[in-house]
């Protein structure tokens, strides 16, 4: 069965430096999709970056940036410029889509406290 | 700006009686997913549907839990009767389906409450 880890229970950062949320998985399937949301207080559960397990190039979003290794099965996101709005919990996802059946499997999310 | 939306937003009530829940999906999106947020299960993905036609729903109990889309503009799903056990944050979320390539977008969530 496919699982995702989130070992950090809680992060700081202050105000304009950088962070990276950590991330594992574990999976038996070569084709699968990673993604990090992020959920502020109000609830709202917003994408913040996707990875395609088979491009080997890491994706980026302005100054979200992941570091994926899928030898490892790590799929770590870099904060960059961190920004008080950045503070929300942070999930990792893991989807994979066989035989016309999804699999959605969540980490158990990061607080990410930003420090002005 | 395309979004999902929930109804209610929030909604408390006493253990037996029969709650709704509502989603309407982004306009033109045709999979729906219906989650389940707790402090102690995190996220767990209840049931989904494509093209209005429930697709997996493993993840739901299914002596109480109901889920359906009577249109493509609107999933529901049902609990009756409620426990206290149920109390948590339910998300719908919608997805344009091409099969592999969609990506999700959530709603605001509705938080439950079973006393």
């Known amino acids: 069965a496919q699982t995702v880890t989130q070992s950090q229970p809680e992060m700081s950062v202050q105000e304009a430096e950088t962070v990276t949320l950590s991330c594992t998985y574990d999976?038996?399937?070569?084709?699968?999709?990673l993604f990090w949301y992020k959920q502020p207080p109000s609830r709202q559960m917003i994408l913040v970056i996707r990875?395609?397990?088979?491009?080997?190039q890491n994706a980026t979003e302005n100054r979200f940036s992941v570091n994926f290794q899928k030898a490892a099965k790590s799929f770590s996101l870099k904060i960059s410029d961190s920004q008080l709005g950045d503070a929300a919990m942070y999930f990792c996802?893991?989807?994979?889509?066989?035989?016309?059946?999804?699999?959605?499997?969540f980490g158990t999310g990061t607080r990410l406290k930003v420090l002005a | 700006d395309a979004r999902v939306t929930q109804t209610p937003r929030d909604k408390v009530t006493e253990m037996g009686q029969e709650v709704t829940m509502r989603c309407q999906p982004i306009l033109g999106h045709n999979t729906v997913f219906w989650y389940r947020q707790t402090m102690m299960q995190g996220l767990e993905l209840l049931a989904y549907f494509r093209n209005r036609a429930p697709l997996d729903d493993s993840g739901m109990p299914k002596d109480r839990f109901s889920a359906e889309m009577p249109d493509a503009t609107l999933a529901t799903l049902k609990i009756q009767p409620s426990e206290p056990r149920d109390s948590a944050v339910y998300f719908c979320a919608s997805a344009l389906g091409t099969g592999d390539q969609e990506t999700q977008y959530f709603g605001p969530g509705t938080r439950l409450l079973v006393l």
């Open positions: 990875q395609e397990a088979y491009k080997q």
């Open positions: 996802a893991y989807r994979s889509f066989t035989s016309g059946t999804y699999k959605y499997i």
């Open positions: 999976t038996s399937e070569s084709d699968y999709y």
